[in-house]
């Protein structure tokens, strides 16, 4: 247990080595002894990975008028050639951009990029990502719950979804596990002419229990998009 703790605590090491040589005296001098080399090793390999980490390139993230920064793949360690053949498999496959990032870095991109970077496409399902990451950030911000019924985040009155809808949380919204009913080419059909897609998913039936089923859906997540505006105080778009 202690091994373990220190394994997580690398700021903790010197103490750590002295205590497990304690509790080997305690056990016996060999006991010691394994112990305490075995602590060292953790420390040491402990201390290489930190140098790693440090010696990888970090970017910070751009502004809405900047572009990312960049890095080598090498800077990133990451293998060059095993990247660009995997950016080449990609670009072959009807894809009109392919970005890799890493650490905030743009490292590496295929050749289409200077002819599409400028064109505005539909993400489709690619949404459901960004809104996850918008969650990510709202969590982080400490404005989102993941454990919190959404009922929290809701307006109240007729449409807002009566106390079972109320009571999913905003994990299972991020997990497609909400139970709410789904129907995928009817949702899709009505892209654009619903006019309040969260409270269209309110008024779904529940047909599994909550957190025990996972089910692709379109409403889902528009109505995790529109608990976030509301956690945040703000457009999604704009936050």
């Known amino acids: ?39 060292a ?10 140098s790693a980490d440090s010696a990888v390139k970090h970017c910070r993230l751009p502004s809405a008028s900047q572009g990312f920064a960049t890095a ?40 289409l990029n200077a002819l599409t970077a400028t064109i505005h496409n539909n993400l489709w399902s690619v949404t459901k990502s960004v809104t996850s990451m918008l969650a990510g950030i709202a969590i982080g911000k400490g404005e989102l719950h993941m454990s919190a019924p959404i009922g929290r985040y809701l307006p109240h009155g007729p449409g807002w979804g009566d106390a079972a809808h109320r009571a999913i949380t905003v994990r299972e919204l991020l997990t497609q596990t909400s139970g709410i009913a789904e129907a995928i080419l009817s949702e899709a059909g009505t892209t654009g002419t619903d006019p309040n897609l969260a409270r269209e998913a309110l008024a779904q039936p ?9 089910e692709y859906s379109q409403l889902g997540p528009a109505l995790l998009g529109f608990v976030i505006q509301r956690a945040v105080g703000a457009n999604l778009a704009d936050f």
């Open 206 to 214: 529940i047909v599994h229990r909550p957190g025990t089923h996972f």
């Open 41 to 50: 090793s953790h420390a040491s390999a402990a201390a290489s990975r930190a």
């Open 72 to 111: 080598t793949p090498a800077q990133e360690r990451l293998d060059a050639a095993k990247l660009r053949a995997a950016v080449d498999e990609l670009s072959v496959h009807n894809r009109t951009s392919v970005l890799v990032f890493r650490n905030n870095c743009l490292v590496a991109g295929d050749h």
């Open 1 to 39: 247990m202690i091994l373990t703790l220190c394994a997580h605590q690398r700021r903790l090491w010197a103490y750590c080595v002295k205590i497990t040589a304690v509790l080997g005296v305690l056990v016996g001098t060999s006991g010691a002894a394994s112990h305490a080399a075995a602590a």
